[in-house]
T-cell receptor, first 116, second 112 residues
Framework: ETGVTQSPTHLIKTRGQQVTLRCSSQSGHNTVSWYQQALGQGPQFIFQYYREEENGRGNFPPRFSGLQFPNYSSELNVNALELDDSALYLC???????????????FGPGTRLTVL | AQSVTQLDSQVPVFEEAPVELRCNYSSSVSVYLFWYVQYPNQGLQLLLKYLSGSTLVKGINGFEAEFNKSQTSFHLRKPSVHISDTAEYFCAVDTGGFKTIFGAGTRLFVKA
């Protein structure tokens, strides 16, 4: 059973650019959540996808968007990058029905995004 | 809305000593409670979780936590720490569906 993987590991962008981060869920998991972890802080919930549909969103602007594909892999897209977007971006996958704790949330290693 | 407060940003402790990492939460509805550990340059690993039932929860690596509803606390404990326990620990709450709210973290530093 493979774990949650994320790519790339590190990324450097400049202000105003756009970025796409990728997440491959653990086998059999149909729910993926994305989190932003700024330096020295806890992760902040960005949004969640369940069976290719957005299923909840945290306090992040619309320039943060996502996709979930039929194989349950996922993308996080951020447009018009700002300096404050520099952070570790974590994805987490889980199985079972959204809203039920039939499983544990498994985190990937994260993508470190630096915006200059 | 839910919130999590981790009362200590850093906890230094000597090897083989006991440790307690404190966590308080605020919520108007029932919550599920979690502790995660993050080693340098890695993602989060679940240590333990409280969903219902017994208020004393045992997790991996010898950690345990006790849910106290009246004090809205979920403190993490280990009777004897090792150097390898040095890491960042996050308390988290969720009302269901893995839209998790995390605390700011507590850095546990185990000294030889």
């Amino acid at each position: 059973e493979t774990g949650v993987t994320q790519s790339p590991t590190h990324l450097i962008k400049t202000r105003g650019q756009q970025v796409t981060l990728r997440c491959s869920s653990q086998s059999g998991h149909n729910t993926v959540s994305w989190y932003q972890q700024a330096l020295g802080q806890g992760p902040q919930f960005i949004f969640q996808y369940y069976r290719e549909e957005e299923n909840g969103r945290g306090n992040f602007p619309p320039r943060f968007s996502g996709l979930q594909f039929p194989n349950y892999s996922s993308e996080l897209n951020v447009n018009a990058l700002e300096l404050d977007d520099s952070a570790l971006y974590l994805c987490a996958s889980s199985a079972g029905l959204a809203g039920e704790f039939t499983d544990t949330q498994y985190f990937g290693p994260g993508t470190r995004l630096t915006v200059l | 809305a839910q919130s999590v407060t981790q009362l200590d940003s850093q906890v230094p402790v000597f090897e083989e000593a006991p440790v307690e990492l404190r966590c308080n939460y605020s919520s108007s509805v029932s919550v599920y409670l979690f502790w995660y550990v993050q080693y340098p340059n890695q993602g989060l690993q679940l240590l333990l979780k409280y969903l219902s039932g017994s208020t004393l929860v045992k997790g991996i690596n010898g950690f345990e936590a006790e849910f106290n509803k009246s004090q809205t606390s979920f403190h993490l404990r280990k009777p004897s720490v090792h150097i390898s326990d040095t890491a960042e620990y996050f308390c988290a709450v969720d009302t269901g569906g893995f839209k998790t709210i995390f605390g700011a973290g507590t850095r546990l530093f185990v000294k030889a």
